[in-house]
């Protein structure tokens, strides 16, 4: 049974950081391509970044590539998205989802069905 927790998020205030953890069990970060998306309030959920099995990191929006990073620690198992700048346009629920155990071309990495485990979300909230 595959399990996603994400944890990390928060209120924080604009020109904050926050670092978002999802933690994986029965599935391995090494070998699957892992996403982080996002929903606001009202919104489809939207592509934020995501990091191949090869390492190599893409993200949704320019945008999000220069404050936002994403990495992975193959000891613990986990996913993270460290932001920074935010603003209150980042306000959502962001999730972390996983791929099956294989390569995923870097189009496909934003495409919702790639994935076949979700995390719960966690809320982030940047105040202006």
């Known amino acids: 049974q595959v399990q996603l927790v994400e944890s990390g998020g928060g209120l924080v205030q604009a020109g904050g950081s926050l670092r978002l953890s999802c933690v994986v069990s029965?599935?391995?970060?090494?070998?699957?391509?892992m996403g982080w998306f996002r929903q606001a309030s009202g919104k489809e959920r939207e592509f934020v970044g995501g990091?191949?099995?090869?390492?190599?990191?893409?993200f949704n929006s320019d945008s999000a590539k220069g404050r936002f990073t994403i990495s992975k620690d193959l000891s613990m198992n986990t996913v993270y998205l460290q932001m920074i700048s935010l603003e209150p346009e980042d306000t959502a629920v962001y999730y972390c989802?996983?791929?099956?155990?294989?390569?995923?071309?870097?189009?496909?990495?934003?495409?919702?069905?790639?994935?076949?485990?979700w995390g719960q979300g966690t809320q982030v909230t940047v105040s202006s």
């Open positions: 989802a996983a791929a099956r155990a294989g390569y995923v071309a870097r189009q496909a990495m934003g495409v919702t069905t790639t994935y076949d485990n």
């Open positions: 990091i191949m099995t090869t390492g190599g990191t893409t």
């Open positions: 029965g599935r391995t970060v090494s070998t699957s391509a």
